[in-house]
C-alpha cells in the first residue's frame, strides 16, 4: 500500500531456512511425534520392540488406515463422512453373503464380493455426497443419516446374525503374511494410501479437491462445478468403507452387522492427527497414515505398559486433542515465518 | 489545542507484505466533529482497528483522556469509552432492537431473570435520541440498513461514549437517510460528543466536520481546519495529485462489432428488466450507487445468482448461462467485487490460482505438468509484474493490490473475449492501480470487451468510452465519453431514490 506496491517487508527468515522451518513444522512435525513415541515405548514398554510386536501393529492398523484415506478426501473438501462404520458394516454381510454362495467358485465369489462391496460404499458414499450438495444440508447431519439407515440395512440384509464360513483361500490370504513382514492386509492399506496420494499430488482432480476446501464460491465463479468435487469425495470415502470392508473380512473372517462401531470416530482422528485441517483446503494422506500409526502405537504401547482399558481412551483423548491444538498452533508459526 | 482528547504519537501498523499506518500522529480535540479522509487502502480501516482493540500498533503512542490507550480487545475499547460504529454492522439479526442495545448489560431481575420491562423502557428512551420511532421488541432483522445504523448508534449512546468513531456510515443509506443521521450527529455533537467520521464522499463531509485528516498509503499527509477548503483540495491531498493525470485514456482505441448484449435480463419478479451491450475494443463503465443492483446485475449476467429472464448474445449469438461454468466457456470472466471472498484461494499458491481456470492446459490426461504449469504462472506473474517472493507463494501474503493482479491472471490464463471488473481497484494500492489501468487498455487494444463497475466516479470517467448508470435495480442512462460530466451521472446515480 505504498507508492511503488512493493512494501514486501523483509522476512525475518531467508527464503531457503523458511522452506525447511516450514517443512519441519508441517510436515514432519506429525511423523517426528510418531518417531518420539516410538521411542518412548521401545524403552519403557516390555515386548513392545519385537518383530512380532510390530507385525500385530501393521495387522492393526490397517483397516482404520483405508478408512481414514477415504475420510482424508472429505475432510479436504470441507466436509466429514460420520457414516464410514456402519457402511462397513453393511459392506461386510453384503461380502460375505455374496463370498458364502456356493454356486460360485472361489476365485469368482471373491472377486464379485470385492466388487459387490466396493460398489455398496460407493452407493452409500455417492449418496450422502448428492443429498448434501443438493440440499445445502451439512454433511455431518446426512452421513450421520447415513450410520443410521447403514447399520440398520446391514442387519436386514445379514437378518441380525453374523456370518462365516468364508472361501478357505480367502482366510489364508488375509493371515499371509508377505517375506515375513508385511501382511497381505497392511500392504492393502499401504496401497490405498498410495493410490490417494498420487490422485491428490499429481492429478488436476487432486487439485481440485484442494481447491473446493480453500474457497468452493471461488471455485464456482472460476467456472468449475465444485458439488462435482465434493460428491466424488464422499462416493471415495464409501468407496474405502468398502474397501476396508473387505480388510475386515480377511482379519476377522466374519460379516457382522455389528461391526464397525465408532470406526469413523478414528478414521476422523487419525486424519485431524495427521494434519488435514478440518475447515478444509489443507492437509495430505500421508500424514493421516502416520496418524493412524500414532493412534494404534499409542495403543498397543498404553496396554503393554499396563495401563488398564479404562485409562486407555483417557489418553488417547487427550492426545487428539492436543493434536488439533497443535495444529492450531502451527498455523500461527508458519504465518509468522512467511 | 489544550483540550485534547485522543492523541496518537508517531503510530505505525504493519502486515506481512505491507506497512499499513506509518508515523500517523494526530491530536483530536475535545467535542469536535473529526474527518478522517483516504482512499481505499490508506489506512483509515487500520486506524480504526487500532482505537477498537482489534489490532495493536507496531510503534507509537496512543492516549486517551490524558491516559496511555492499550486496548488489548474491543471490551478494552469499550471500557474506556471509545464506541465504533463498524461499516458492517454487528447487530445479532434475531434478536430484538431493545436486546440488541443493551446486549451487554442487560437489565436483571432476581436469579438473572431479564427485566423485560425495564430493558424497553430504556431502549425506547436510547432509541428517541438517535429520532428512531421503532418498537424497540422489533426483531433487527425487520430493519432497513439506515435503521440498523442508528441502533448501532443508539447502542454507542448506551455507554455514555467519550468519543464515537463512525465508519463510512453513509455507504449504503440514500440521501433523505443521510439528512437525518447528519442531524443526529449534529446532536450529539451539541451534547459534547466527540466524533471521528470516516468517509470517502468528500461532498457530505463539510456538513458536518470541524477538521479533517487525509491519509494516503497509510501515512498521514494533513490535518486542516475544513473551513476555508473545497473538493478539489480534499481530492489533492487524498490522490497526491489532479486526478486528470491518473488516466491515459487510449483514444486511439476504436471500439467494433458488439461483443456482448444484454436484453431484458431480469433477476426476479421484483427488479426491473435491463439492456445493455458491450463491444469489443470497448471500456464499458457502469456507475450506480452501493447496493443500485450493479453486482447483482453482473451475477446473474455470469450465472453466479440465479436469473429469471433475458437473453445474453455473445458475438451476435444467444448462449444459455445456467451457471459460472457456461459464461467462462463461452469467454466471459468476471473479476468479483470481493476478492477475498470470492476471487482467490487464499491459502494456495499463486500458481494454483492461476492455472484453476483453466488446468487443461498444463495437465495431459489429467495429470498436471507442474513444469508447465510454473512456466505459464510464472510467464504471467511477469507480465502483470505481480509483485510476490515466488509463484509458491500464498496469495493471502501479497498487498491488495499484487492479489487484484493474481485475479487478472487467472483470467488471462483461460484466455477470456469479454472481462466483467467489478470494483477491480478497491483497495488496491495507487501503483498497482495504474498498472491495472495500463492493462485494461491493452486488453482493450486486443479487442476485448470490458466492462468496468466502480464507485469511483473519476476513474471511470477517465476509463471508459461509454458510462451506464445503475439507480435502484434500474439502468436510468447512458453518458457517452462526449457528455461525461460528473454532476449528471451523479444525478442520474440518485434519481430513483429522491423520487417519493
Known sequence: ?338 | MDDVILSLEGVGKTFPGVVALSDVSLSIAHGETHIVLGENGAGKSTLIKLLAGIYQPDSGLIAFNGQPYQPKTPHDAQQSGIRIVHQELNLLPYLSIAENLMLENLPRRAFGIVDRKALNSRAVALLKEVGLDVDPRTRVEALGVAQMQLVEIAKALSYDSKLLVLDEPTATLTPPEIERLFSIIKRLKARGVTIIYISHRLHEVFEIGDRVTVLRNGRLVATRDLKGLAVPDLVRMMIGRDIADEYSFDDTIVPGKVALSVAGLKRDAATPAISFDVRHGEILGVAGLVGSGRTEAMRALFGADAKLDGVIEIDGKPVAITAPKDAVRHGLSLLTEDRKGQGLLLDLAVDKNITITDLGKVSRNGLINRRAEAAAANDLVGQLRVKASSIEQAVRNLSGGNQQKVVLAKWLFRGTSTLILDEPTRGVDIGARREIYQLLWMLAAQQKGIIMVSSDLPELMGMCHRIIVFSKNRIVGEVPRAEFDQERILSLAYQEYVRP
Open chain 1, 1 to 338: 500500500m505504498t507508492e511503488t506496491s512493493e512494501p514486501l517487508v523483509s522476512a525475518p527468515v531467508s527464503p531457503g531456512r523458511a522452506k525447511f522451518l516450514r517443512f519441519l513444522i508441517r510436515d514432519a512435525g506429525v511423523l517426528l511425534a510418531l518417531v518420539l513415541i516410538t521411542l518412548f515405548f521401545s524403552v519403557t514398554a516390555p515386548y513392545f520392540a519385537t518383530p512380532d510386536n510390530a507385525l500385530k501393529i501393521f495387522v492393526q492398523i490397517a483397516i482404520n488406515t483405508v478408512l481414514a484415506a477415504g475420510m482424508t478426501f472429505v475432510i479436504l473438501t470441507g466436509g466429514i463422512d460420520l457414516s464410514v462404520g456402519s457402511v462397513l458394516a453393511l459392506c461386510t454381510v453384503v461380502g460375505a453373503t455374496v463370498m458364502i454362495d456356493e454356486d460360485l467358485s472361489p476365485a469368482v465369489a471373491i472377486t464379485l464380493a470385492l466388487l459387490a462391496c466396493m460398489a455398496t460404499g460407493a452407493i452409500c458414499g455417492f449418496l450422502n455426497g448428492w443429498i448434501s450438495t443438493r440440499w445445502k444440508i451439512p454433511s455431518f447431519i446426512v452421513t450421520l443419516g447415513m450410520l443410521n439407515m447403514a447399520a440398520g440395512a446391514a442387519r436386514v440384509v445379514s437378518d441380525n446374525s453374523t456370518i462365516t464360513g468364508l472361501p478357505q483361500s480367502f482366510v489364508d490370504f488375509g493371515n499371509l503374511i508377505i517375506g515375513g513382514f508385511l501382511p497381505s492386509i497392511f500392504l492393502v492399506a499401504v496401497l490405498v494410501i498410495a493410490a490417494g496420494w498420487f490422485v491428490l499430488r499429481f492429478t488436476v482432480f487432486g487439485r481440485m479437491i484442494f481447491a473446493v476446501g480453500t474457497n468452493d464460491e471461488a471455485v464456482r465463479l472460476s467456472g468449475h462445478n465444485p458439488d462435482f468435487y465434493k460428491v466424488a469425495a464422499f462416493t471415495i470415502s464409501g468407496l474405502t468403507a468398502g474397501i476396508a470392508a473387505m480388510v475386515y473380512l480377511l482379519r476377522l473372517n466374519i460379516g457382522s452387522p455389528i461391526a464397525g462401531v465408532g470406526y469413523e470416530l478414528n478414521a476422523i482422528a487419525a486424519v485431524i492427527i495427521g494434519g488435514t485441517s478440518l475447515s478444509g483446503g489443507k492437509g495430505s494422506i500421508i500424514g493421516t497414515l502416520v496418524g493412524a500409526c500414532i493412534l494404534q502405537v499409542l495403543s498397543t504401547g498404553l496396554q503393554l505398559l499396563g495401563v488398564g482399558d479404562n485409562f486407555k481412551p483417557i489418553v488417547i483423548g487427550l492426545v487428539i486433542v492436543l493434536a488439533v491444538i497443535l495444529d492450531a498452533y502451527r498455523e500461527r508459526l508458519l504465518r509468522k515465518i512467511r
